[in-house]
Nanobody, 124 residues
């Protein structure tokens, strides 16, 4: 049973930066699509950024374009989310996700594996 383990959340002031990391518990698990999602209690979960297996195709939510960067280190089987110019509205629980079945066209739906989440809090 493969698990996704996130790290790197925390508290930061507006304008600051954080870097989230996600690692599958099995080094042999390397799904084509991986991504980051976020959720606050009063809203539905939203997709933040997704990336394909070789890191050449990425998609971002409009709200984070130009500020967040998703990347993937397949040698270490890690996925990262570099978050710059953070805003209070970025405050949320951030989840790493993987789609075990898709082999092309990574989107923001169909993910079957989820991490436990890491909290990001941005103060004004």
């Amino acid at each position: 049973h493969v698990q996704l383990v996130e790290s790197g959340g925390g508290s930061v002031q507006a304008g600051g930066s954080l870097r989230l990391s996600c690692t599958p518990s099995s080094y042999t698990y390397s799904p084509y699509c991986m991504g980051w999602f976020r959720q606050v209690p009063w809203k539905e979960r939203e997709g933040v950024a997704v990336i394909d297996s070789d890191g050449t195709r990425t998609s971002y939510a409009d709200s984070v374009k130009g500020r967040f960067t998703i990347s993937r280190d397949n040698g270490k089987n890690h996925v990262y989310l570099q978050m710059n110019s953070l805003k209070p509205e970025d405050t949320a629980m951030y989840y790493c996700a993987a789609d075990s079945w898709r082999s092309s066209s990574c989107g923001f739906s169909g993910y079957d594996k989820w991490g436990q989440g890491t909290q990001v809090t941005v103060s004004s």
